[in-house]
């Protein structure tokens, strides 16, 4: 591990992200009011020693490591400096006038085609989130779209069954479907396959991935884009003129340029079923680990809520955001220049072990409460967090468990995992006894 030099003059100028250093005055006409110094720290360490198919496969050791060496450190095979403990992914995203979400290059603006929301700083960020919000209000998924999330959940609980407990694999039969389902009523997209809905979703969450830049998965985003443009071409002014309780709806009715709302739907589509679907798959697979626990959730319904946050902390869907900053600073001690390209890990920072004191690696739904980062935080916490948690922690697995109280992982089957932007189970056989 080396170093990666900055300039010292480039940090002529900037100031403390938390704050300037108060002058000294003495006494007298002679006072001289003291310049505010530029922060200090460290060059920034050279992480070399990162292998990218090992962060896809499992990406864990990679970030202890990181925790315990490097926090923030620049990783040239990625291009980014990667901040891998919670204090500073915490800092950086409550400090959006410093660490912006308007990132230059950004994989999310060439996989969706345009800027959307989490791409931006507020006010452009709270303009486009303003218009989504009251469909996404805990009341409003309470009582509008919990009955729709339960329905869709109840039909492939029963093509699951159809499938049988030899053939199951949740993440396929039940895990994603769900996810797309709900998300096409959710977004109102009419006569939408939830086949055409989960590629989508793959074809745009490979492309924010896309960190290599490898030509094949923008030829898969390229032509996702186009099809959902085709679509939203008719139905913005079809939902301008005949609005309803969809996200779609709402956006086209919200006043922000057809790019925008396009930008935000296809968002939507991407982490909105990404997380959704990730998350029944980890809550059954942790459970499955964890037979004491699972005995005691399933004695305790009370329980899933707990069951459902600590899944997102143990193992984040959404594993890594970018920022960048906008002027020099010191984060963690070291230096960084204006326009650094961040990674703000919160897949590591959700197993740091200075913040989470009780075993972090370890799945416990009875730990100690302790914030995490599976959502974000401040102002661009994920909009969608509350149907999330009613769809899938209230509604899709307490239901699977109910119709299959003997679920379990199938281990005669291969259980595989995938990746470290994004990171969820990408195939989970299971059974049940009939």
Not at 54 to 66: G, S, V
Not at 91 to 103: G, H, K, R, T
Not at 190 to 209: L, N
Not at 316 to 323: H, K
Request: with cysteine; net charge negative; aromatic share 8%.
């Amino acid at each position: 591990m080396t170093s990666h030099p900055i300039p010292v003059s480039s940090l002529d100028g900037a100031r403390c992200p938390f704050g300037y250093t108060a002058p000294v005055t003495g006494e007298g006409p002679t006072d001289v009011p003291q310049v505010p110094q530029a922060p200090v720290g460290v060059e920034a360490p050279v992480v070399d020693w990162i292998d990218p198919a090992q962060m896809m496969a499992d990406p864990y050791p990679i970030y202890e490591r990181l925790r315990a060496e490097a926090p923030v450190a620049w990783v040239p095979v990625l291009n980014k400096y990667l901040v891998t403990t919670y204090a500073e992914c915490h800092a950086v995203e409550m400090d959006q006038e410093l660490f912006s979400a308007n990132v230059s290059g950004s994989t999310m603006n060439r996989a969706l085609g345009a800027q959307p929301m989490l791409r931006k700083d507020d006010p452009e960020h709270a303009a486009d989130r303003k218009a989504i919000n009251p469909t996404l209000r805990p009341k409003n998924i309470k009582e509008a779209w919990a009955p729709v999330f339960e329905r869709n959940a109840r039909h492939y609980l029963e093509v699951l069954e159809g499938i049988g407990p030899g053939a199951a694999d949740l993440n396929r039969d039940y895990a994603a479907p769900v996810a797309s389902q709900n998300l096409i009523d959710l977004l109102g997209l009419p006569d939408v396959a939830v086949e055409d809905m989960r590629r989508w979703s793959h074809a745009f969450i490979a492309g924010m991935g896309n960190v290599l830049d490898d030509p094949a998965i923008w030829v898969r985003c390229d032509a996702a884009q186009a099809e959902l443009d085709a679509l939203l071409a008719d139905l913005i002014p079809h939902y301008q003129a005949h609005p309803n309780a969809s996200m779609t709806s709402a956006l086209a009715n919200s006043g922000l340029p057809v790019d925008n709302v396009a930008a935000n739907v296809k968002l939507t589509i991407s982490g909105g079923m990404n997380e959704p679907q990730h998350m029944i798959t980890n809550m059954v697979y942790a459970l499955d680990r964890h037979p004491d626990q699972r005995e005691k959730v399933l004695a305790d319904p009370g329980l899933w809520a707990t069951v459902f946050d600590e899944a997102v902390r143990w193992v984040s869907p959404i594993g890594m955001y970018p920022r960048e900053t906008t002027r020099p600073t010191v984060l963690g001690g070291v230096q960084l220049p204006a326009g650094a390209p961040l990674g703000v890990v919160v897949g590591s920072a959700n197993r740091d072990q200075a913040h989470f004191s009780e075993n972090p690696d370890e799945f416990n739904i009875f730990r100690t409460k302790q914030c995490h980062l599976a959502f974000g935080s401040g102002v661009h916490l994920c909009a969608g967090h509350w149907a999330a948690k009613t769809a899938i922690g209230q509604i899709a697995v307490p239901l699977l468990y109910q119709q299959f109280p003997t679920l379990r992982v199938d281990t005669r089957r291969v259980t595989t995992w995938e990746g470290w932007v994004f990171r969820g189970l990408t195939a989970l056989p299971v059974t049940w006894d009939q």
